[in-house]
């Protein structure tokens, strides 16, 4: 289990110019902007948990990020309480 970004569409003011967590995404094509919604999105699979998107979006008072947990299947978890011990991504 591991966790990755999710983005809250309601929330997010990407619409309005901000592209904060699209263009601090350490990993390429991870997070880009879903011009028909206007809102930032996240591929999954390419997401590494580091939640610097996170730290941006909450720095500009959106909160519009949460990291969500997801199984080894690759599903995402919804359950409350449910999340990855801290580097668990990164385990063998």
Do not use: W
């Not at 720095?59 to 978890?77: D, E, N, P, R, Y």
Request: proline share 1%; glycine share 6%; charged share 20%.
């Amino acid at each position: 289990m591991y966790n990755v970004a999710q983005v809250i569409e309601e929330k997010c003011t990407a619409k309005k110019g901000c592209r904060l967590c699209i263009m601090y995404c350490p990993e390429a094509n991870c997070l880009d902007l879903n011009t028909s919604k206007m809102i930032a999105e996240v591929t999954i699979d390419r997401c590494k948990g580091c939640e610097l998107c996170v730290i941006v979006c909450d720095a500009a008072k959106h909160f519009a990020i949460t990291m969500q947990a997801v199984s080894a299947t690759g599903q995402l978890m919804t359950k409350k309480g449910e999340s990855a011990a801290l580097g668990q991504a990164y385990q063998g």
